[in-house]
């Protein structure tokens, strides 16, 4: 059950709650600064995405933003249009950022964020009270982030239950992708380098090849020139003699 707001939030007066299982305080002097990032997915607003998903999964909660933990009244300052129109886009984008735990998609019609603005009176500047509502009249302890974190309220404080991320199919779909493209990629590179190093190795191997029968040739020259020196003057060559000259000729004639 959610408390009823007051009509009129004056400066320094105690608000007429606490915190507890649906009322979380925020204490935000300058509203600019939750939003230092470029994203505003990724700004200073994680925490209160946080107490937005409890609330959620216990039914409903205000998350009010301008008072203190004591429920001290003191408003937002620097509330101008391009950090409500900021704010806004940060509420709206819980419908696409939070799913159900079967990683469905977020029903619009059961579940509903808005958030309300209130001026704070009796201040010497303009301040305001943001009120972030949060109800889910669908089933509860049903929703958690893409990431797979389960948020449970209890009492004034949030607790994650589990992680274990949902995808959606497109998300499935881009990181197959993604996953095909660098590995074609990778592929293709260690291609191109067995290729270079077969071209290097072939062109070694041949002068390899050439180098070695080049000195087998020069060393059978080598033999031969010297059986002929010491055999060539005996008037009948021995049968040895004769074989080792059919040897170097035949090896002679194999490597030319």
């Given at each position: 059950?959610?408390?009823?707001?007051?009509?009129?939030?004056?400066?320094?007066n105690?608000?007429?709650?606490?915190?507890?299982?649906t009322?979380e305080?925020?204490?935000?002097?300058?509203?600019?600064?939750?939003?230092?990032?470029?994203?505003?997915?990724?700004?200073?607003?994680?925490?209160?995405?946080?107490?937005?998903?409890?609330?959620?999964?216990?039914?409903?909660?205000?998350?009010?933003?301008?008072?203190?933990?004591?429920?001290?009244?003191?408003?937002?300052?620097?509330?101008?249009?391009?950090?409500?129109?900021?704010?806004?886009?940060?509420?709206?984008?819980?419908?696409?950022?939070?799913?159900?735990?079967n990683?469905k998609?977020?029903?619009?019609?059961?579940?509903?964020?808005?958030?309300?603005?209130?001026?704070?009176?009796?201040?010497?500047?303009?301040?305001?009270?943001?009120?972030?509502?949060?109800?889910?009249?669908?089933?509860?302890?049903?929703?958690?982030?893409?990431?797979?974190?389960?948020?449970?309220?209890?009492?004034?404080?949030?607790?994650?239950?589990?992680?274990?991320?949902?995808?959606?199919?497109?998300?499935?779909?881009?990181?197959?992708?993604?996953?095909?493209?660098?590995?074609?990629?990778?592929?293709?590179?260690?291609?191109r380098?067995?290729?270079?190093?077969?071209?290097?190795?072939?062109?070694?191997?041949?002068?390899?090849?050439?180098?070695?029968?080049?000195?087998?040739?020069?060393?059978?020259?080598?033999?031969?020139?010297?059986?002929?020196?010491?055999?060539?003057?005996?008037?009948?060559?021995?049968?040895?003699?004769?074989?080792?000259?059919?040897l170097?000729?035949?090896?002679?004639?194999?490597?030319?």
């Amino acid at each position: 059950m959610l408390p009823q707001l007051p009509q009129e939030w004056v400066y320094g007066n105690k608000a007429p709650f606490q915190e507890g299982a649906t009322v979380e305080f925020k204490e935000v002097t300058v509203f600019s600064g939750l939003f230092r990032h470029k994203s505003v997915g990724n700004s200073g607003l994680p925490k209160y995405r946080e107490t937005i998903i409890g609330f959620l999964n216990s039914g409903s909660g205000l998350l009010i933003m301008g008072i203190k933990n004591d429920g001290t009244i003191v408003g937002v300052e620097d509330t101008n249009e391009k950090t409500m129109d900021m704010f806004k886009l940060w509420v709206d984008s819980h419908y696409n950022s939070l799913v159900y735990k079967n990683g469905k998609s977020i029903d619009p019609s059961t579940i509903s964020i808005k958030y309300y603005t209130y001026p704070v009176t009796n201040r010497t500047t303009s301040a305001q009270i943001i009120v972030v509502e949060a109800i889910n009249k669908g089933t509860t302890m049903d929703i958690m982030t893409r990431s797979g974190t389960v948020i449970h309220r209890l009492n004034a404080s949030n607790f994650k239950l589990t992680s274990e991320p949902i995808y959606r199919k497109r998300d499935v779909k881009g990181m197959i992708y993604a996953v095909k493209t660098q590995m074609h990629a990778i592929l293709a590179d260690k291609k191109r380098v067995i290729e270079d190093l077969q071209e290097k190795h072939e062109e070694d191997i041949k002068r390899a090849i050439q180098a070695e029968r080049q000195s087998i040739r020069i060393y059978v020259e080598k033999i031969s020139q010297s059986l002929y020196e010491r055999y060539n003057a005996e008037p009948k060559p021995s049968l040895c003699t004769k074989v080792m000259c059919a040897l170097s000729s035949l090896l002679l004639s194999t490597l030319t």
